[in-house]
T-cell receptor, first 117, second 111 residues
């Protein structure tokens, strides 16, 4: 079964508007972590934000926030006030506590975000 | 800042060749990972290592092997390259429960 699903292959947003990138996950482990990474066209993966399964509040990092809905098993990334430099591929990933040492991540398929001027 | 260096940004090899992809980190991270990235499939874990000389298979280890003789270096080996191994390869490192840090990736083409 797919553990991480990103249903939006591509998204478009106007500069200065907010955008939500969807991510749903599937796990039976009560302790897990969710990550979002950004990959510009140059290829490097940039860590954006983290949410732990026991965190009471939604994570925020500057213009990035994570809309964590545990019962729905969703962890959507919200980017406020989009900038042209936000155009990139965005990946959602999950780490489960039950994994052997190494803290491996499972990634979604990615969403290509394009910010229009 | 953590620096993860992959030996090549672009690499072209021929079918049947033995290919080495190198990854070096400048921090004392115990965990290192190799992923491949293909359009529509996201990143898939090939192998990872949580200590020197230790390795574990990821989701798609077939056709690959790894070597970790020193803590800072994790090598991915394509024993006999095939065209279906044309892909983007990403190395990552990690310590304890921190986020993984990635290298810039190697775009490998097998002709």
């Amino acid at each position: 079964a797919q553990k991480i699903t990103q249903t939006q292959p591509g998204m478009f947003v106007q500069e200065k508007e907010a955008v939500t990138l969807d991510c749903t996950y599937d796990t039976s482990d009560p302790s897990y972590g969710l990550f979002w990474y950004k990959q510009p066209s140059s290829g490097e993966m940039i860590f954006l934000i983290y949410q732990g399964s026991y965190d009471q509040q939604n994570a925020t990092e500057g213009r990035y926030s994570l809309n964590f809905q545990k019962a729905r098993k969703s962890a959507n990334l919200v980017i406020s006030a989009s900038q042209l430099g936000d155009s990139a591929m965005y990946f959602c990933a999950m780490r489960e506590r039950g994994e052997t040492s190494g803290s491996r991540l499972t990634f979604g398929e990615g969403t290509q975000l394009t910010v229009n001027p | 800042d953590v620096k993860v260096t992959q030996s090549s940004r672009y690499l072209v090899k021929r079918t049947g060749e033995k290919v080495f992809l190198e990854c070096v980190q400048d921090m004392d991270h115990e965990n290192m990972f190799w992923y491949r990235q293909d359009p529509g499939l996201g990143l898939r874990l090939i192998y990872f290592s949580y200590d020197v000389k230790m390795k574990e298979k990821g989701d798609i280890p077939e056709g690959y092997s790894v070597s970790r003789e020193k803590k800072e270096r994790f090598s991915l080996i394509l024993e006999s390259a095939s065209t279906n191994q044309t892909s983007m390869y990403l190395c990552a490192t990690q310590i304890r429960r921190q986020p993984q840090h990635f290298g810039d990736g190697t775009r490998l083409s097998i002709l």
